[in-house]
C-alpha cells in the first residue's frame, strides 16, 4: 500500500480545537456565545447518532446546541412553525435539519424556509445560487470538509483535473462548485456517463459520491492522483455484523493513489466540524465581526 492516509479523524479535532479558540475569544471579547439548533424528525436510527454526536460536539467547543426532536407524523405546518420561530430567535445563529426527512414532508420546502443567514448546511437555494456564481455563502459541510483536506494535502489545486462522481445536491454539486472555485479543471461524472473507468483516469483528483460500495476500483485511479471517498455505506460482514466501506474498494485504491481518505475516520468527521465552522462564520456574519479565517471556502 503507497498512498498517503488522509486521516478526516484528527484533521476534524483540529478544526474543533480552531473553532474552540475562536469560540473562546467571541465570548471573552464580545460576550457572544454561537447558538446552533438542530431538528430531528422522526426516529431514523442513523440519524439519531448524527444528531447526538452534533449536540455533543457542538457544547463541545463551547456554542450553545439546541436540540428539537419532533415525532415521525410530525405535519409540515408544526416543522415550518418551527423554523420561523429559530429563525427569529437572535441566540440561535445556525440552523440544521437533519435529513433524511419522513416521506410526507417536502425537503425542499423545508430547507427554503430556513433563513439563508442561518443555514448552515447550505442547502438554501439562495446558498446554492451564491456559491456558484462565486459569491459569500455558507458552503455545505461534507464538500467543505473535502476541500479542506485537499488544500491541506496539496497546497494550491490550480490547474489540477478534478472528477466528481456524483450529482447530489448536498455532495456532488457544491463539491464540483468548490473545486472550479480553485481553480481545478472539473468533470462532474454520473450514472450515464460514457467510459467512466477513463475519465476517472484522468483525474488528479477524485471525490467519489455515488453512495455505491466500493464501485471505484484500484484500476480508474491515475497513479498517484488524490482519492477523497464520500461514501459510508454499511455492508454485510459476512459473520452477521456489518462494517463501514467507502464508494472506493479501498485496499486496490490505496496502492495506486498518492493519497486517500480512509472509510471510517475521513471525510465523515469532517462534516460535523464544517458544521461548527460553519455555525461560528453565521454568528461572526450576524454580529458584523471578522469571519474565522481557514474555516471558509
Ligand atoms: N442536514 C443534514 N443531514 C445530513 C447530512 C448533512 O450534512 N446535513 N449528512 C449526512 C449525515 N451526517 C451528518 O448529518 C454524517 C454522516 C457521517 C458522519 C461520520 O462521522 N461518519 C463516520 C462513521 C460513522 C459510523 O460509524 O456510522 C465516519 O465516516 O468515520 C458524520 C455525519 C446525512 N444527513
Not at 415525532?71 to 420561523?84: H, M, N, P
Not at 462565486?134 to 489545486?157: A, E, F, I, N, Y
Not at 455532495?171 to 460514457?194: E, F, N, W, Y
Amino acid at each position: 500500500m503507497s498512498a498517503t492516509v488522509i486521516d478526516g479523524k484528527a484533521f476534524a479535532a483540529t478544526v474543533r480545537a480552531k473553532v474552540a479558540g475562536h469560540v473562546a475569544r467571541l465570548k471573552e471579547e464580545n460576550g457572544i456565545t454561537p447558538g446552533l439548533a438542530v431538528v430531528l424528525v422522526g426516529q431514523d436510527p442513523a440519524s439519531q447518532v448524527y444528531v447526538r454526536s452534533k449536540g455533543k460536539m457542538t457544547v463541545e467547543v463551547g456554542m450553545n446546541s439546541y436540540e428539537h426532536k419532533l415525532e415521525a407524523d410530525t405535519s409540515e405546518a408544526e416543522l415550518l412553525a418551527l423554523i420561523d420561530k429559530l429563525n427569529s430567535d437572535p441566540a440561535v445563529h445556525g440552523i440544521l435539519v437533519q435529513l433524511p426527512l419522513p416521506k410526507h414532508l417536502d425537503e425542499d420546502l423545508v430547507i427554503n424556509a430556513i433563513d439563508p443567514a442561518k443555514d448552515v448546511d447550505g442547502f438554501h437555494i439562495s446558498n446554492v445560487g451564491l456559491l456558484g456564481t462565486g459569491q459569500k455563502s455558507m458552503v455545505p459541510c461534507t464538500p467543505l470538509g473535502c476541500l479542506m483536506m485537499l488544500r491541506d494535502h496539496h497546497g494550491s489545486l490550480s490547474g489540477m483535473d478534478a472528477v466528481v462522481i456524483g450529482r447530489s445536491n448536498i455532495v456532488g454539486k457544491p463539491m464540483a462548485q468548490l473545486l472550479l472555485g480553485d481553480s481545478c479543471t472539473v468533470t462532474i461524472a454520473h450514472s450515464r456517463t460514457k467510459d467512466l473507468p477513463d475519465v476517472v483516469r484522468r483525474a488528479d483528483i477524485v471525490v467519489a459520491a455515488v453512495g455505491r460500495p466500493e464501485m471505484v476500483p484500484g484500476d480508474w485511479i491515475k497513479p498517484g492522483a488524490t482519492v477523497i471517498d464520500v461514501g459510508i455505506n454499511r455492508v454485510d460482514a459476512g459473520d452477521g455484523k456489518t462494517r463501514l466501506v467507502g464508494d472506493c474498494h479501498y485496499d486496490s485504491c490505496a496502492e495506486v493513489a498518492g493519497a486517500i481518505t480512509p472509510v471510517p475516520g475521513g471525510v465523515g468527521p469532517m462534516t460535523i466540524a464544517c458544521l461548527l465552522a460553519n455555525t461560528l462564520t453565521a454568528c461572526c456574519r450576524a454580529n458584523g465581526l471578522a469571519e474565522p479565517e481557514g474555516l471558509t471556502a
